[in-house]
């Protein structure tokens, strides 16, 4: 498994983002296995290797992960696609056991600044109407409700959510 390395002070702050003790960088494919193990005690339907694999084939996705800077460990991801002026956030999780320490929220931050680079407007996701701890980080971050995806979590029958959030410039 790649470790989280100390060498963000020398790439500078765009390959990696310091976070009290822990660093937002690039996923690389070495940390599937770990990814994986986080995806599988956070989602009832997680994905695949295969679908994780793919998104490094696609030039308009990203992928982070935020990692413990001492050991190096993956405790949390996100990927997003940023297409013309959108910004989807299709998959986010934070390990259980480091949950509530502010992960998550660094990485939509990490998230947000690389679409802004890119010219999107907006950010947009989708999130179980159950997930409460989920609407109420993306609430503090400034997302609103939207809409409504009627059964949207074909595990459950659940309905998503849609929330977005407006990051353009406003010209004054």
Not at 10 to 34: Q, T
Not at 103 to 131: D, F, P, T
Not at 136 to 164: A, H, P, Q, S
Request: net charge positive; charged share 30%; aromatic share 14%.
């Amino acid at each position: 498994m790649p470790r989280c390395l100390w060498v963000g002070f020398y790439l500078g702050f765009s390959a990696y983002a310091m976070v009290e003790g822990y660093i937002v960088r690039e996923m690389e494919k070495g940390d599937i296995d770990r990814i994986l193990e986080i995806e599988r005690e956070s989602f009832r339907l997680p994905w695949s290797r295969a679908l994780f694999l793919d998104e490094f084939t696609r030039d308009y996705s990203h992928t982070y992960v935020v990692c413990d800077r001492e050991k190096g460990e993956v405790q949390g991801f996100i990927i997003f696609w940023v297409l013309f002026d959108e910004c989807h956030i299709l998959n986010i999780s934070v390990a259980k056991a480091m949950r509530r320490r502010g992960l998550g929220e660094k990485l939509m931050q990490r998230c947000e600044k690389i679409a802004k680079s890119k010219g999107a407007s907006y950010l947009y996701l989708e999130v179980r109407e159950g997930n409460q701890p989920a609407i109420n980080l993306y609430g503090k971050l400034g997302f609103r409700f939207v809409g409504l995806r009627r059964g949207y979590y074909t595990d459950t029958g659940e309905d998503g959510w849609v929330m977005i959030k407006n990051i353009k410039k406003k010209v004054t």
